[in-house]
């Protein structure tokens, strides 16, 4: 664990713990999806289903690392990191780092950057040489922390659904 500002009392990040998720935290987890404004207008918390079906998929998977923080026994932040090999860049391995969320009560504490840093050190563990994440366009203070944290917005990102 790094040295990491603690900037809120109530939560002080020597007491987190950073671990996979389990099936059992899928509910806490939709929450902190649906946690803001966005997410409320995408996720759907009141039928699981889907989301325990995607647990299922992502637990199974060796490249995907889904974790939770937690706090005094409670789900306050999560990640979703995809270990992803690639022939470009001289066969460069890259991390994802997606779904990155932290409790309403918790934003601010320096979790965020905890929760991006073991996300960092991890890929780095799987032999990633470049991490790499998107962000909605429209979360501007999102932009601002990656940036503090030593991410450049280099590239456009686009989306089709299918």
Known sequence: MSDVEIRDPGIDLRDIEIRPATAGDVP???????????????EAPGDLTPYRTAFDRVDADPH?????A????????????TVIPGLSRAGMTRGLIEGVRVHSDAR?????????EWALDAARGAGCRMAQLTSDATRVDAH???????FEASHLGFKYHL
């Open 28 to 42: 806490a987890v939709v929450a902190l999806l649906a946690d803001d404004p966005i997410g409320a207008g995408r």
């Open 144 to 150: 601002r922390f990656y940036e503090r944290l030593g």
């Open 64 to 68: 995907q690392q889904l974790v939770v």
């Open 108 to 116: 601010g504490s320096g979790l965020g950057s905890l929760l991006v």
């Open 70 to 81: 937690v706090h005094d026994g409670r789900v306050v932040g999560t990640l979703q990191l």
